[in-house]
């Protein structure tokens, strides 16, 4: 069973920085798309920043410049650094991955439903 273990929320004042990370399980990070997506109360899930097999890389046009998705292969783990945070960043950030296989076009590595493996999520809070 495929299992994604996100750590690293808390809370921060404004313009602080934060740092998730996201260990997987029976699932090999560098060989896949994997996402960040976050949900604040009453809002639906989107995507924050999502890191492709290749390395490259895409944001959110919200969070460009601030935040940063990386991954390290060897510890099997991929990361978001959060900078300049702001009270709308706040939400619970989830980690995610497709099906083995499964191929996702590009203009989709933002979209909830091209993933189909999900963490428990970690809590964001940021405050002014």
């Known amino acids: 069973e495929v299992q994604l273990v996100e750590s690293g929320g808390g809370s921060v004042q404004a313009g602080g920085s934060l740092r998730l990370s996201c260990a997987a399980s029976r699932y090999t990070i560098s060989n896949h798309l994997m996402g960040w997506f976050r949900q604040a109360p009453g809002k639906e899930r989107e995507g924050v920043a999502a890191?492709?097999?290749?390395?490259?890389?895409t944001y959110a046009d919200s969070v460009k410049g601030r935040f940063t998705i990386s991954r390290d292969n060897a510890k099997n783990t991929l990361y978001l650094q959060m900078n300049s945070l702001k009270p709308e960043d706040t939400g619970m950030y989830y980690c995610?991955?497709?099906?083995?296989?499964?191929?996702?076009?590009?203009?989709?590595?933002?979209?909830?439903?091209?993933?189909?493996?999900w963490g428990q999520g970690t809590q964001v809070t940021v405050s002014s």
């Open positions: 995610a991955a497709p099906l083995q296989g499964r191929w996702v076009f590009r203009p989709q590595v933002l979209v909830p439903s091209a993933y189909d493996y």
């Open positions: 890191i492709l097999s290749d390395g490259s890389t």
